[in-house]
């Protein structure tokens, strides 16, 4: 994935890029998050409803599929990862239920094709290596769609601030 | 023959009593998403209004999208539920056909467009008819830019009707020749769905409860990519 990747060192660090991320974001915006189990896609998840003004504790909705924070904007906070097709998607009313929030996608990469496509895509990448002497994540933040190419300088603004 | 009609595909809870010949009561609630709180309470209240007993209802008809997934959702299933327990048919029919039929006295192609959200519009095109209209496309779902541009290269004049022209007007403005229903169109009307499926019993054409799912045009079998991401 072409974007720009920022270096994460502890649980942290990746709450405080969620809080750069989510300070840009605005009502009706798609936050897709991809990596894998224990990555760090709720603890990014955790910072941006922080910019968000979001004041209850944001857990994993991997059981609820879909949660609602209030905040400004409210976070609709979206776990993608017990779902197997598509009409179980649908199910979830995204579009309606998000319209007027931040929605964020934890593993939106199965369903991609099927989200829409003005989006922010963001990798988490857990990286270890030599027994916990290289710990630390990759964060890869990549722009999809016309509108968000516009807020391009806005994004390369805050990324600027992290690396 | 007395026909309770349900339409949930917008931001709109519609409900109406009445038969082909005529419209006995109709409740219109506009621009919320608690489609739940309101259908039920909505229909409680006509029924009481206009005195039709429920058992005396012949069909249940419902508008079956394409549109907003959870307003559709609750409006399927409580025409379902009804048509179960009352014992009697549902006629199914498209939210789209519910917005061009009541602009069928224009002389232009009707084309009706309904918010789909994620910047996309759901559509179909219609001529008018003796008694009402025939639909000439699909039905669709894409970008209003690729809309306007497909209306463009056909050339005729349109009118446009429903949601979908004004939460996107800025790109239908840029279509000559287009004429715009006004607001009070925006919505599919119960009082045409009233009309449509009393026309569909009497020629027998209705499903029964199981039968009837909402109409996505986005596509929905398929399975998640899984796969690519768990290699």
Known sequence: MSGITVVSHSAAETRGIGAALGALLRAGDVVLLAGGLGAGKTELTKGIGAAL?????????????????????????????????????LDLGLEEEGDDAVTVIEWGDIASAHLPGERLEVQVDHVAVGGGSLDHRLITIAPQGPAWHARDADLARVLHGLT | MQVLAIDTATMQVGVAIGDGGSLRGEVRLAGGRRHAEELAPAIRQLVAWTGVRLDHLAAIAVGIGPGLFTGLRVGVTTAKVMAQALRIPVIPVVSLDLVAYPV?????????????????????????????????????????????????????????????????????????????????????????LVALASARYEQEEFSTPWEVEPLYLRESDAELGWEAVRG
């Not at chain 1, 059981?63 to 998607?89: I, K, M, N, S």
């Not at chain 2, 809309?147 to 840029?174: I, K, P, Q, R, Y």
């Open chain 1, 53 to 89: 003004a979001v004041d209850a504790v944001i857990v994993s909705p991997t059981f609820t599929l879909a949660r609602r924070y209030p905040g400004r904007p409210p976070l609709l906070h979206v776990d993608l990862y017990r779902l197997e097709r598509v009409q179980e998607l």
């Open chain 2, 104 to 192: 069928r006295h224009s002389r232009r192609v009707i084309v009706a467009v309904l918010d789909a959200r994620r910047r996309e519009v759901f559509h179909a095109a219609y001529r008018p008819v003796p008694g009402g209209v025939q639909r000439v496309t699909d039905y669709q779902v894409g970008r209003p830019a690729d809309l306007v541009a497909e209306l463009e290269a056909g050339g005729d004049e349109v009118l446009l009707v429903g949601d979908g022209v004004t939460a996107h007007a800025d790109v239908f403005a840029g279509l000559d020749r287009a004429e715009l229903a006004g607001p009070e169109f925006a919505a599919p009307s119960t009082a045409a």
